[in-house]
C-alpha cells in the first residue's frame, strides 16, 4: 500500500523559514508529479508548489520567489523550502503525489496527512 510520510511543519514567527519532506513509499511505482497543497480552514484547498516528471515546476502566484520544490528521485522523496514566511501561509499542508503503479498497473493519485505550518506574526 503505497503511503506518503510528511514532516517539516512547526510553528515559526514571519519572516522565518521551514522546509518540508514528503516520502512515498509502498509498491512500485513511477512518479508523474509530486507537491504540495494547503488548506485553511472555511477555504478550499489550493496547490502550493508542484514538480512534474521532466523537471517542470508550478507554483502558487503567492509563494513564487519565496518557495522552492526539489525531488529526490532516489529516495521517491519531495521537499519544499519556505522562506520569508507570511501570515497568510498558515494552513495545514499536504503532500499530493500523482504515481503510476506497476502491479497491477494503474494510475492513482495519494495524499499525505497534513503538516500544519504556522506563522506568527
Known amino acids: 500500500q503505497v503511503h506518503l510520510a510528511e514532516s517539516g511543519g512547526g510553528l515559526v514567527q514571519a519572516g522565518g523559514s521551514l522546509r518540508l519532506s514528503c516520502a512515498a513509499s509502498?509498491?512500485?511505482?513511477?512518479?508523474?508529479?509530486i507537491g504540495w497543497y494547503r488548506q485553511d480552514p472555511g477555504k478550499q484547498r489550493e496547490m502550493v508548489a508542484m514538480?512534474?516528471?521532466?523537471?517542470?515546476?508550478n507554483y502558487a502566484d503567492s509563494v513564487k520567489g519565496r518557495f522552492t520544490i526539489s525531488r529526490d528521485n532516489a529516495k521517491n522523496a519531495a521537499y519544499l523550502q519556505m522562506d520569508s514566511l507570511k501570515p497568510e501561509d498558515t494552513a495545514v499542508y499536504y503532500c499530493?503525489?500523482?504515481?503510476?503503479?506497476?502491479?497491477?498497473?494503474?494510475?492513482?493519485?495519494?495524499w499525505g496527512q497534513g503538516t500544519q505550518v504556522t506563522v506568527s506574526s
Open positions: 514538480s512534474f516528471d521532466g523537471g517542470r515546476t
Open positions: 499530493n503525489a500523482d504515481l503510476n503503479l506497476v502491479r497491477p498497473p494503474y494510475r492513482h493519485t495519494y
Open positions: 509502498g509498491g512500485t511505482f513511477s512518479i508523474n508529479a
